[in-house]
């Protein structure tokens, strides 16, 4: 089994998009975080859990389930750091591989003695640009594959047709 475990406001720190959306829209960021990582577990197969630090959603631990990713906003007074090297004491087994998205230096070194791995937020950019292009090539493909079973017609023809089908001449 692979996991990956996402500290939620350092990537978001760390990509571009995510960062000028954030001065404009937090929880946007969050959210669209939250997508892209849901589009990584489906083509990847992972396990993904985000952790947000509970600063800016002070009270109890709060899980979530969402587009099959687990999210966590820590409980007060515990930064994501802390919620993330428990759960790899947690997770850690013999079949398992948990990397953990990153570009906190001081944590990196922090999950290396927990067994984890890491992947900065490079890394991470990186695959997630990976992941879209596979998503795209394979909407195309299907897209193709769909209008394969039609008929094929030119642009000139096709516009003819259209004329045809309006009544114009």
Do not use: C
């Amino acid at each position: 089994m692979h996991i990956l475990i996402v500290d939620g406001y350092n990537i978001i720190g760390a990509w571009p998009e995510l960062r000028e959306l954030k001065q404009v829209d937090f929880e946007k960021a969050r959210h669209l975080l939250i997508e892209k990582m849901a589009e990584y577990k489906g083509v990847s197969g992972d396990r993904v859990i985000i952790v947000f630090d509970a600063h800016l959603s002070p009270g109890m631990e709060k899980k979530s389930s969402k587009h099959q990713v687990e999210v966590i906003y820590t409980r007060e007074n515990e930064t994501a750091d802390e919620r993330i090297e428990r759960m790899i004491a947690e997770l850690k087994a013999v079949n398992t591989v948990i990397h953990v998205a990153t570009s906190d230096s001081t944590e990196q070194w922090a999950i290396f003695g927990k067994g984890a791995l890491r992947k900065s937020a490079r890394e991470l950019k990186q695959e997630m640009e990976q992941v879209e292009k596979q998503i795209q090539q394979s909407m195309a493909e299907r897209k193709l594959k769909k209008s394969a079973s039609s008929i094929f017609l030119t642009e000139e023809v096709a516009s003819i047709f259209e004329k045809w089908r309006r009544g114009e001449k």
